[in-house]
């Protein structure tokens, strides 16, 4: 035992580790979880009197290069919430409820304190989004990971009836655009925005232009978890013709993905305020609008394509669950695209 711990792996930190996950698992249990964290596998009992036609949907991702600000400013609590947020909302696109989830932290030396922080992000995050966090995996790899450093991923499954999957076919001309607000920058484009910080002298704990908030909490913000907002707007009936999480690419590359041939998404450039942190990144960077755009979210998280009949029921509906909701364009004929117009 004592060799191990000298060849860089300690059990006991993994143990005491392995205990304080499952007290903050708990706080995020549903009825359906059979097993409770702490053995192989975790059950969960599908509830087929609610999903009588069940697709079960699936989705992974970690966290990026954000991680290092997470590391060089010792604050670990709010990135286990970009983990779950990452990975419920691109499930949500087609309708599905997240059900469960399970991460997976890899590090160069186990720090229980920090994994602590770590995994209490993502219990956060699947309390936000309603889902039980049914297991996951702790990693100690010395040598792999530098002692300080870690990576974080994790993936969710949620579930549809298969008549209420939302696919994109439903899609027309004159459909309205809402986009949701983002918390920020989220979980894409920082390994240019670490860049421009470098290059331009910033300092994690001085104040970030046009912000009361230092540099370090500016850069942290969790991704928002848009959840519950769009299950309720589903929930009441809302005839949705698709949904896109805007995440790496932006809204060029991400709002296509939903729509079917034929259909360009025509979006208004002024359509939403920008965010003071995206102003700067365009100042520093001195790239066009639009390229940041492929880039950054630039203030929107999430679209939601659907008739202009039920546009001013789900803005209301969206700003009741506290969305910030922006009519941002609408779709068109023309190439399966985004095009942006003043």
Known sequence: ???YKQAG?????????AKRYARLAKSTLRPEVIAAIGGFAS???LDLGRFKEPVLVSGTDGVGTKLKIAMESGRHDT?????????????????????????????????VGVAESIVAGVAEGCRQAGAALVGGETAEMPGMYADGEYDLAGFAVGCVNR???VDGSAVREGDVLLGLASNGLHSNGYSLVRKLIADHGLRLFQRFPGEEADVAEVLLRP?????????R??????????????TGGGIPENLPRVLPEGCEAQVRRGAWPIQPVF??????????????ARIWNLGVGYVIVLPETEAARARRLLEDEGEIVYEMGRVARGERRVAFVD
Not at 9 to 17: L, S
Not at 283 to 291: I, K
Request: glycine content about 10%; proline content about 2%.
């Open 223 to 231: 991704t928002r978890i848009y959840v519950k907002s769009v299950l």
């Open 279 to 292: 102003a700067w990144l365009l100042q520093a960077s001195g790239l066009p609008w639009e390229e940041a």
């Open 1 to 3: 035992m004592d060799l």
């Open 43 to 45: 059950g969960f009992a």
């Open 233 to 246: 707007l589903l929930a009441e009936g809302i005839r949705v013709s698709a949904m896109a999480h805007i």
């Open 9 to 17: 792996v300690d059990i006991d930190a993994g143990n005491e580790a």
């Open 163 to 165: 008549g209420q999957m």
């Open 79 to 111: 990135i286990g919430i970009d983990c779950v947020a990452m990975c419920v909302n691109d499930i949500l696109t087609v309708g599905a409820e997240p059900l469960f989830f399970l991460d997976y932290l890899a590090v160069g030396k186990l720090d």
